[in-house]
């Protein structure tokens, strides 16, 4: 996958963020500009047409993705083909091997990195998690520039994360570091889709979120949230929530405080553990986080409390928005960088 | 703190690790190997005299066994001093001033550093919290030896513990990483002294145990633990419970197991979050842990089930015992090594 050292590395990277619903790329120069952007549906998600085909289809929209982008920014070369780093939400090894995605189940098992660069003339491909591609994104143009010890938090079905202690990202031995969604909080909470009780994503994600509004609303609460889900206690999801919050109604705010508690209270944890000087949240439910950041503060806050005497936290909403994993992607890239410290990555 | 790059370092170090109760320091070679031990008790703790006085004295044995052991390694050279690692209970700040210790309230706020230094004729003196050193001690000689993502926790009166990735101690932006006693595992139990409800600490260390065991206690349990201590089940604490589990006590060897069950969660959540290779249990509840480690590593595999595939994580017992925390002090002292990935520290 690693080109020669010899190699003149062209200006122009490729990022491509691979989700469950789009596919976004852009062409990102090495001032982090967004040179061209395309996206597009995620194909077929679970394999009607058999987990073949959808595989196949998975690889040709990513591979379209990025041979579109390269065609607008510029003729391909030989010498110097365009590099390539894709993000995707999952577990992904040192060789670019998509490990475990519960939310791309077609791409579990999938050796990305290979069959990407297989099908791109043999460019330089780089998988990585959708969530440390987020990371280095924040990290290098967001709202952790300048910082080097951050912690990522991105809200969206579920939660991911990344952490750069020291001035690096933090991988972990297999490169699965930053899996704080599963950090179980409540042993004896609901059961999580990965088995276990009590997950933090069960409670400060968006599927968090909609849980806990329905409980509000089958305890006949948040009847102004009901009536935005067609009056079913059980069709009631985080979106009708932040709507109904947005609109001034104080039940979906209590609900959004609840939310919020349990957000503070895993970066909390976290910030206990790893110290970081910025924690950054992002994702999908950053919307619905704004509304009661104040609130996410003082919970932190007093949550941290009495265990240390030390500076304080900054909490910072992200600032590139969807496209921070495909900007952090181009930027993995790019190896060195910002990214590990210089190091070149060449898996 | 630090002297000239042109210092020529002596071979030998001196770490010394102040505990609540005892102040253990060595003098330490090149290869790990120790010279000479000394072992005393920690001067007045709370202070009955006046904190100032109490501090003194802390300060004065600290510096005492630096001086005894130095004497004992070869006569002092001002052209290449002796240089000096201290471990302490609490949280450090980069210019090595204790500022916060809940197990050694004489010491909060104490410039360590700086007057130890003073008191050794200017000798390099370095502190860090002992936790971390005790991760460095087993990292370079003890049970994580040759690996580089690491997790080490110390079970003792709380839970300490100290992080390596990729390689590199973690430290975080003020040096206070790896707070991890006071993660949060469950919001609705007992109360920590932190202020806060439900930490890790309360469910699995030594004051965890001495807890569980009260409750089971008190609920009618637990005959031949209470039997060992004196008839009354509010005077049970964990060294009971681990007495009568080694005499083959069923009741005692649950509520081990309980605890066991309690470690594994923290571990896992520790797991997800950091991805390391190897997890290193110490502190001075060693002893209870192995009686149930097969429990500890059967919960651990589940709750890790289903979140990723992956390889077991290794979970090894300290192997330095109750001096891992000097002889990792004696490595941060020399700077480098192993310590920071060769960076000379400092402080």
């Known amino acids: 996958m690693s080109s020669g050292s010899g190699d003149v590395q062209r200006p122009v990277t490729l990022g491509i963020d691979v989700g469950g619903t789009k596919v976004l790329g852009l062409a990102v120069d090495a001032s982090g500009a967004v040179l061209a952007d395309l996206r597009v549906p995620t194909p077929g998600t679970r394999g009607a047409q058999g987990p073949e085909r959808a595989r196949e289809q998975l690889l040709e929209a990513t591979a379209t993705v990025a041979t579109q982008l390269a065609a607008r920014v510029g003729p391909p070369s030989h010498s110097s083909p365009l590099r390539v780093g894709v993000g995707v939400p999952g577990l992904v090894d040192d060789a670019g091997v998509l490990r475990f995605a519960p939310n791309l189940p077609v791409g579990t098992g999938l050796d990305m990195a290979s069959l990407l660069s297989e099908r791109l003339g043999g460019s330089p491909v780089v998988v990585d998690n959708d969530a440390t591609c987020a990371t280095v994104g924040e990290w290098a143009y967001g709202a952790a520039a300048g910082t080097s010890d951050v912690l990522m938090v991105t809200l969206g079905t579920g939660i991911g994360g990344g952490i750069v202690t020291g001035g690096r990202m933090v991988r972990g031995t297999n490169g699965f570091a930053g899996e704080i969604g599963h950090m179980v909080v409540n042993p004896a909470g609901p059961v999580c889709p990965c088995g276990r009780r009590g997950c933090w994503e069960r409670y400060a994600s ?4 909609g849980r806990l509004a329905r409980d509000a609303a089958h305890a006949g609460h948040l009847s102004a949230v009901v009536s935005l889900a067609e009056g079913d206690p059980e069709a009631v999801r985080g979106e009708h929530v932040t709507q109904a919050a947005l609109a001034g109604d104080a039940d979906a705010r209590a609900v959004l405080e609840e939310l919020g508690w ?16 910025t924690i950054v949240v992002g994702g999908g439910l950053v919307g619905a986080v704004r509304l009661v950041l104040q609130h996410v503060r003082q919970a932190f806050d007093e949550m941290m409390e009495g265990c240390r005497q030390r500076p304080e936290v900054k909490i910072l909403l992200a600032t590139l928005g969807d496209r921070a994993g495909a900007i952090g992607a181009a930027l993995v890239a790019r190896g060195g960088n910002r990214y590990e410290a210089g190091t070149p990555r060449t898996r």
């Open 206 to 209: 968006g599927s968090g979120l």
């Open 262 to 277: 349990w957000l503070a209270l895993g970066l909390a944890n976290l910030a206990k553990i790893l110290d970081p000087d």
